[in-house]
Each structure stands twice: as structure tokens, then as C-alpha cells.
């Protein structure tokens, strides 16, 4: 049997925690509640929250819940400067039952792989994927899980 070693296990040693690559704050939550105007489209974009820099995002923490927005809608999660989401947390999240929903339960986007310290502000968004017969009114809340760098 072998054993393999991440990068930050190998950098990492026993008698200081400050040997690690980087310290980060506390879990922190940002909530943000969306009322669905039953227009959007596919390719619009619903900016959520800003983020200061310095922050690292933890998909596995991120949630979306919904009541039942109509007859089709999935979103795309995830970070842009201008508004324009990358899909870093998730490429398409199918949201049209309504209920629970998590980062990843789609296709996990290159945080999931590959998490980053964000070192600009940048805003949080979701971009519609997919959308119609949506109904006007309906509830969204994100949720976003991130942790600030020291």
C-alpha cells in the first residue's frame, strides 16, 4: 500500500500550526434573498452579494433555497468582477422543483478542484442557465460560505 501526501500536508509540520500556507478566518455566511420577477432569461445574471478580496468561497457550504420557481429554471453559481459569473462554484444547478439545493448538486464548478483565495472584490452571482415559466413572486435565498484570509 502507498501513501501520498497533499501539498499542504507535505508543508505542513507537527510542532508549529503556523507552518501553514495560509491561515483563514472563521466560517463566515453571507444570505441574500431574490424575489423571481418571472422575466429572466437565459444569460442574465442575478448578482448576489459583493465580496471583498482576500476571501476563499467554500462550495461544499453553499446553498440556494427556493420555492418552486415554475416550469424550468437552473443557475449557474459562481464569481465575476462586472457581474458576469465564471460558474466557480457550480456550471448548473436545476432548481425547478424548488427545495435545497447545495453547490455541486450540478456540475461543481473549478472551486470545488481547485479553491482559491480571491484577492479582489468581486461580486457573487448566479447566472440563469435555463428558465421559462417561471413565477413571478417566488423566494430564493443564497447562501454563500466563505472564509477571509489573514
Excluded at 443557475?75 to 457550480?90: C, F, I, M, R
Excluded at 444547478?93 to 481547485?114: L, N, Y
Aim: glycine share 10%; net charge negative.
Amino acid at each position: 500500500m502507498t501513501t501520498f501526501n497533499s501539498e499542504l500536508y507535505s508543508s505542513q509540520s507537527y510542532s508549529k500550526i503556523s507552518d501553514r500556507p495560509e491561515v483563514l478566518d472563521a466560517v463566515q455566511f453571507v444570505d441574500a434573498a431574490y424575489v423571481i420577477s418571472g422575466s429572466e432569461v437565459a444569460g442574465d445574471i442575478i448578482k448576489i452579494a459583493k465580496l471583498d478580496g482576500n476571501v476563499k468561497l467554500i462550495p461544499q457550504l453553499t446553498t440556494i433555497y427556493c420555492d418552486d420557481p415554475g416550469t424550468a429554471l437552473t443557475v449557474a453559481l459562481g464569481t465575476g468582477t462586472s457581474g458576469a459569473s465564471t460558474g466557480s462554484l457550480d456550471t448548473g444547478i436545476d432548481v425547478k422543483a424548488g427545495g435545497a439545493f447545495t453547490a455541486g448538486d450540478g456540475t461543481a464548478g473549478t472551486e470545488w478542484v481547485s479553491p482559491s483565495v480571491l484577492t479582489s472584490p468581486v461580486d457573487l452571482t448566479a447566472t440563469v442557465v435555463t428558465a421559462s415559466g417561471l413565477t413571478a413572486g417566488a423566494d430564493v435565498v443564497f447562501r454563500a460560505a466563505y472564509q477571509a484570509k489573514n
